[in-house]
């Protein structure tokens, strides 16, 4: 089956600093790729849609400036939070969309804010 | 835009007993509701999912049912077992492509 990894799985940052946060898929190719942010025993939220090539969509209240995603290729899309703070640390999760309209979900990044 | 609703938050049953999680979704446009399992640090799984122009689908000891008419599906769970604990979530988009819009989650467990 289709197979998405992020990296890295988990990362401890200071406050103030900008951490990049990879999403790829393995063995397809996605045009579309979706962020999702989980804070604990909370559901997902969607943050923002990645279009290969476009600029992303951002969700309502999500702050682009913020929350930089970039998809460079078909295979890689990138969140980079900066500036980051406490109140950012969350579970970020992507999702890539194949030819054949399927989605599939990455293992999630554990991202902490000191 | 969609707002999901998903009940009970939190659920414990026998092992060998049934377990039910209702969703009701409010955006009829939407034709595509899959049905996620989470353990503890991990990524959303996918464990079925079914379309509009289905009313039931079945995998082993899953179903789901959806009523298109009410705006609700539900995920069944048979036979249950231990393995079977985690966070189920429910989730309704346009399409299987689409962006999805979770319910509030359901924490499962099985008592041995």
């Known amino acids: 089956g289709a197979v998405v990894s992020q990296h890295p799985s988990r990362v401890i940052c200071k406050s103030g600093t900008s951490v990049k946060i990879e999403c790829r898929s393995l063995d397809f190719q996605a045009t579309t790729m979706f962020w999702y942010r989980q804070f604990p025993k909370q559901s997902l939220m969607l943050m923002a849609t990645s279009n290969e090539g476009s600029k992303a969509t951002y969700e309502q209240g999500v702050e682009k400036d913020k929350f930089l995603i970039n998809h460079a290729s078909l295979t890689l899309s990138t969140l980079t939070v900066t500036s980051a703070h406490p109140e950012d640390s969350s579970f970020y999760i992507c999702?890539?969309?194949?030819?054949?309209?399927?989605?599939?979900f990455g293992p999630g990044t554990r991202l902490t804010v000191t | 835009g969609e707002n999901v609703e998903q009940h009970p938050s939190t659920l414990s049953v026998q092992e060998g007993d049934s377990a039910v999680i209702k969703c009701t979704y409010s955006d009829s446009a939407s034709n595509y509701f899959p049905w996620y399992k989470q353990e503890l640090g991990k990524g959303p799984q996918l464990i079925i999912d079914?379309?509009?122009?289905?009313g039931e689908k079945k995998d082993q000891r899953i179903a789901v049912t959806l009523n298109k008419t009410a705006k609700h599906f539900s995920l069944h769970i048979t036979e249950t077992q231990p393995e079977d604990s985690a966070v189920y979530f429910c989730a309704a988009s346009l399409s299987s492509g689409d962006k999805l819009t979770f319910g509030t989650g359901t924490r499962l467990a099985v008592r041995p």
């Open positions: 079914i379309r509009s122009n289905v």
């Open positions: 999702s890539a969309r194949d030819f054949f309209a399927e989605q599939y």
